[in-house]
């Protein structure tokens, strides 16, 4: 089998360096382009975030800017951050295409893969926190103050809150990405991964009640699915890992 770069051909230190500012310039323009299609709709985009909130608000209760500038400033961020969510898989892309003729071919052909699955794991975390974590927490959250304190929550605050869940709930799901990446490069071997199993369930656990309401349903919806996705990086790890003579012995 050829385990050599694709690309033989030595460039120098000048050539990189163009080659790496083109490629950042065409992804500042890209989430540049992305930007603009959708400050359009940054009040509407806002408004569907805020929904998990504002469904769980006592009536007459409405979410309030503090500052003079929040109005702008905060769907601003928010189409900013949407943006350079969206354009991720253009990003990762460029970043590929920059580090792949120094890639052996067995690199190569695992990186694909694990480029891609952790763009979508990432979009899938963001979604489980939006559609499953938010209502749990805000539910709590407006239900548990005194009678005569009304919710009526900044729409920066907000935006800053939704944000660290959003990138944390995004980080979580990469489990098995990671699990994936430790066996392969040798840093640790599936059995030795597996049997730090208890530890790696308690954290979970522990991740879920920092970032949920304290009841033992909400920590759960986030540990869970974070032990079965650390279940799934091991399992192919386990399979990513064997020798081909393993894989021959067992076809």
Known sequence: MNDTPPNDQEMTLVQHLVELRDRILRIVL?????????FYFANDI??????????????NSTMIATEVASPFLTPFKLTFFLALFL?????LYQIWSFIS??????ERRLAIPILISSILLFYAGMAFAYFVVFPLIFGFFTTVGPANVTVMTDISSYLDFVLKLFFAFGLAFEIPIAAVILIVAGVVSADGLAQKRPYIIVGCFV???LLTPPDIMSQSLLALPMWLLFELGLLFGRLLSRSPKESQTAE
């Open 30 to 38: 890209f989430i540049l382009v992305i930007f603009c299609g959708l």
């Open 46 to 59: 806002y408004t569907f975030v805020s929904e998990p909130l504002q469904d769980l608000l006592p009536e």
């Open 87 to 91: 354009s991720m898989p253009f990003v």
């Open 101 to 106: 003729p120094a890639l052996y071919q067995r």
């Open 207 to 209: 991740f879920g009640m």
